[in-house]
């Protein structure tokens, strides 16, 4: 468990008051013990779902929530990143612009693991939050076989 992601998704909710901080606390103590996050785990629960929990990161950080499947992918964006890297980090590519990549991603990231996407790629990093199935489709949807085996 990342502790330091976790802990701001704790006071994000917190902050928002949309779910009771026993709950929260209940489930924040069993992320500790898990291999789950404390978002997947708040997920299951069933307290708040996914789209729900994501309106609310990007209403607290004004980072933007978006429709992948909706969007016009850039082929670039596509080609610029492995399908290795992408699933590995569990994020898609949307667009590349000016050695500026956005991508999609369906839970806070720590600031290593997005240094550690900017080295890897070379280029700066706009974020867009996005359901983790619909990055898992567009995954599959553009890498084709390629993504689904390196889901294997």
């Known amino acids: 468990m ?14 928002g008051g949309v779910l009771p901080k026993p709950e929260l606390d209940r489930i924040f103590r069993e992320a500790e013990n898990s ?7 708040l997920v299951q629960s069933g307290l708040i779902s996914e789209t729900e929990l994501l309106n609310l990161y990007s209403k607290n950080l004004g980072i933007p929530c978006i429709n992948i ?8 964006a596509i080609e610029k990143v492995p399908v290795k890297f992408a699933w590995y980090y569990r994020f898609f590519p949307i667009k590349l612009e000016n050695r500026k ?5 369906s839970r806070l990231l720590d600031v290593n693991v997005l240094d550690e996407i900017r080295l890897g790629l070379g280029c700066e990093l706009e974020i867009a939050f996005a359901s983790s199935g619909d990055i898992e489709e567009q995954l ?3 890498y084709g076989l390629a993504a689904e085996t390196v889901e294997k």
Not at 35 to 41: C, H, K
């Open 2 to 15: 990342n502790n330091r992601m976790e802990k701001a998704c704790y006071n994000i909710l917190i902050g």
């Open 69 to 76: 499947k909706s969007i016009s992918v850039d082929k670039a």
């Open 35 to 41: 291999e789950a996050s404390f978002s997947q785990l």
């Open 140 to 142: 599959k949807k553009h």
């Open 101 to 105: 990549l956005t991508i999609a991603v």
